[in-house]
């Protein structure tokens, strides 16, 4: 009788034993309800919704958002750019969410955000002008560079741009005068190219403050606005063409620069005069969160 009842306790114990080790199986390897689903990466997503949106996949990228930000709810960066591309696409709930999310996680970044979308609306809306503003000292103004010929000499646009710096100049004879662009062609930068046309054609060397680094409409308003502050002043005229105005305009106010002229050259005036059309304001919105920094990569 003993060895029996020792036999059921030793097929107890186990089976006790079996069914705890099938248990801690199922439950590791996720045979409990089908296949385990491997987490989301966050940083595979991320970047995949950057390049979509650089390709022109908005609705892909804003998809890759939403599975990143169920996967890490405090991602600002994505809910950032979620904002911004909602925005762009006329999305109001989910602009209005991703904000009320970004609002508590990081209230900085939701207000830099909020500078993109209201820099975004403004340079849309901005007319280009070849007439020049009348402006003080506290405010600069600031020619974007274009790409030089391979012997370092002007094209003809860059005399364009600089035509209309040098009217704005005169017509603003205490406002500081900034030239920018890198890209340097046979030993010479796009800044240094323009500083020279510029004091050719008049203007004190003293006055024209040289920023050769931008490889960039970007860079232009990011180095340029860290030169515009160590010169006092507070506020630019931007110059550039008419087809190029709109994309500074917004890369300059994300950059901190408040904008108060957007003179332009004339060639192409007449065809950008009108709002660009939606799909046409992708460039804009692209440039706006690179000015602000979000990470295009990570």
């Known amino acids: 009788m003993r060895g029996k009842v020792s036999t059921v306790v030793k097929i107890s114990r186990h089976w006790k034993t079996t069914v705890a080790t099938t248990f801690a199986i199922v439950t590791i390897t996720g045979l409990v309800g089908g296949p385990a689903q491997a987490a989301p990466d966050p940083d595979a997503l991320y970047n995949s919704a950057q390049r979509n949106f650089t390709d022109g996949n908005d609705d892909a990228g804003r998809s890759e958002l939403r599975e990143l930000i169920g996967a890490d709810p405090t991602d600002a960066e994505a ?4 904002a911004i591309w909602s925005h762009y696409a006329g999305d109001l709930p989910a602009l209005t969410d991703a904000m009320a999310r970004l609002s508590v996680v ?5 207000a830099g955000t909020n500078n993109v979308i209201g820099a975004v609306t403004a340079a849309v809306g901005t007319l280009p002008n070849p007439l020049p503003a009348i402006v003080g000292p506290q ?20 005399v364009n741009r600089l035509t209309a710096a040098w009217l704005q100049a005169i017509a603003s004879p205490f406002s ?19 500083r020279n046309w510029l004091v050719g054609k008049g203007l004190p060397a003293n006055r024209i ?8 409409t970007v860079q232009n308003a990011l ?12 506020s630019a005229v931007v110059v550039t063409s008419p087809n190029h105005i ?4 917004a890369d300059f106010i994300v950059a901190g620069t408040r904008v108060v002229g957007a003179t332009t050259s004339l060639e192409q005036l007449a065809s950008q005069l009108l709002p660009p059309a939606k799909q046409n304001q992708r460039g804009i919105y692209l440039d706006a969160t690179r000015t602000f920094q979000l990470a295009t990569a990570r």
């Open 246 to 249: 709109r994309r500074a305009v």
């Open 139 to 158: 405010t600069g103004i600031v020619v974007l560079g274009y790409g030089l010929l391979p012997d370092g000499a002007l094209r003809p646009e860059l």
């Open 223 to 234: 180095f340029s606005t860290n030169m515009l502050r160590d010169l006092g002043a507070n």
């Open 176 to 194: 500081p005068v900034v030239v920018t662009g890198g890209n340097p062609q046979n030993g010479i930068t796009e800044a240094e190219a323009m």
């Open 79 to 82: 809910l950032s750019l979620q």
């Open 106 to 110: 990081d209230p900085g970044m939701a």
């Open 209 to 216: 403050s040289v920023e050769s680094r931008a490889g960039s």
